[in-house]
């Protein structure tokens, strides 16, 4: 409502046309509409939508100063971070079409904008892990200038000092708010996930050490589950980490006696406490609300895969007496993952884990007979 109100005020200042007026304030709320139904699983955060609002206003400011001033793309950068990649260019193209709409330009100013917003977005969010900027910035210069020259200059086919010193201006501006932008996302984001989510990987976790005084029975169960998960993502390119925390953790609500409320439950309730990162905590959400029937994660199904075969090995172990022979370990191990996958109530009937992901899972298990001595 607000751009809306500013794009409307701002044609009938320009152009004291009510009818422009109006025009502007259908327009430019239909396309905050649509944004905001579009991207309104980003738009929660009050702050959110308020730097949004602010930096609309600014950006249709662009219609009272000199061409191409504004950095329209550090700020669909700027958002891309703050929040996501698809919100970013949803921005950056509201961005673009406030000015152009207030002032009744030519397409190409609209599509300069927009066209540099989008590969500063998209240049930049590639690299928001790595923290490394300067070659990013330096192509997104060139093709800035390109952009520039190939829309406006060599279509008026004059050059002014007008022409050169807005352009270069509003570059200087976007190069500075982008690197600014980039390297406190990456400071402040970037490593301090990545700090969080050595420590959840940690076999000394609080959690895990808490297990392991606790439940001995669980802690080996989570130990050895850990150990396949985080072999299995490595050989088959899967997130390590991920696999690795579903591995020691698909079970840490064990620590909770409360029978009354499902296991799951108390699993993402204590990981949610301790502050794991949101995809650690969705994958052990998924996990625990495997039903037959549903699609599971290739993520899920591995580790689904191993934490049945291991807790089927210990309770087989556990019953042998003395002097009893092991039972058939290629045929055991064979009919549990042949249980899973197959069946009216098979769990993993709908998995997302490709074939030969699989083929290979079964076979090194089944060749894993030393390593299950410590399973005794």
Not at 42 to 49: A, C
Not at 246 to 259: K, M, S
Request: hydrophobic letters at 45%; a neutral charge.
């Amino acid at each position: 409502m607000i751009l809306s109100v500013v794009s409307a005020a701002e044609i009938f200042i320009l152009q004291q046309s009510v009818t422009g007026a109006v025009r502007n304030f259908v327009v430019v709320s239909i396309l905050c509409f649509a944004a905001v139904y579009t991207c309104r699983g980003w738009l929660e955060d009050t702050r959110t939508v308020m730097l949004i609002a602010g930096l609309g206003v600014l950006s249709s400011f662009q219609a009272f100063i000199p061409d191409f001033v504004m950095p329209v793309a550090a700020f669909g950068v700027l958002l891309a971070l703050k929040t996501s990649a698809y919100l970013g260019v949803w921005s950056v193209m509201l961005f673009s079409a406030l000015p152009f709409l207030a002032t009744e330009r030519s397409y190409e100013f609209f599509l300069f904008y927009a066209a540099a917003g989008l590969i500063g977005i998209s240049l930049i969010y590639s690299r928001r892990k790595s923290g490394k900027y300067s070659d990013v910035l330096t192509v997104f210069i060139l093709v800035y200038v390109m952009l520039y020259t190939g829309l406006i200059v060599l279509k008026r086919m004059s050059v002014s000092p007008e022409l050169i010193i807005a352009p270069m201006f509003g570059l200087i501006l976007n190069v500075v708010i982008m690197e600014i932008s980039g390297y406190s996302y990456y400071n402040n984001i970037v490593k301090k996930e990545a700090d969080l989510y050595l420590s959840v990987a940690d076999p000394e976790h609080p959690l895990l050490i808490k297990l392991r005084n606790n439940n001995k029975r669980e802690y080996k169960r989570a130990i050895h589950t850990a150990h396949y998960t985080d072999l299995f993502a490595e050989r088959f390119g899967y997130d390590r980490v991920l696999m690795k925390c579903l591995g020691f953790y698909h079970r840490i609500g064990v620590l909770r006696e409360d029978d009354s409320t499902p296991l799951a439950i108390r699993t993402v309730a204590l990981v949610m406490e301790e502050g794991f990162p949101e995809d650690i905590i969705e994958a052990l959400k998924q996990y625990g609300e495997v039903k037959a029937g549903d699609k599971v994660s290739a993520e899920v199904s591995i580790t689904v895969i191993v934490d049945t075969v291991i807790s089927r090995l210990m309770d087989e172990f556990s019953k042998k007496k003395e002097g009893d022979k092991d039972p058939d370990l290629n045929k055991f191990i064979d009919k549990i993952i042949l249980g899973l996958f197959s069946g009216k109530n098979s769990l993993l009937k709908k998995s997302g884990i490709p074939y030969n992901d699989l083929e290979e899972i079964r076979k090194h298990l089944k060749g894993e007979k030393i390593y299950y001595d410590f399973l005794r």
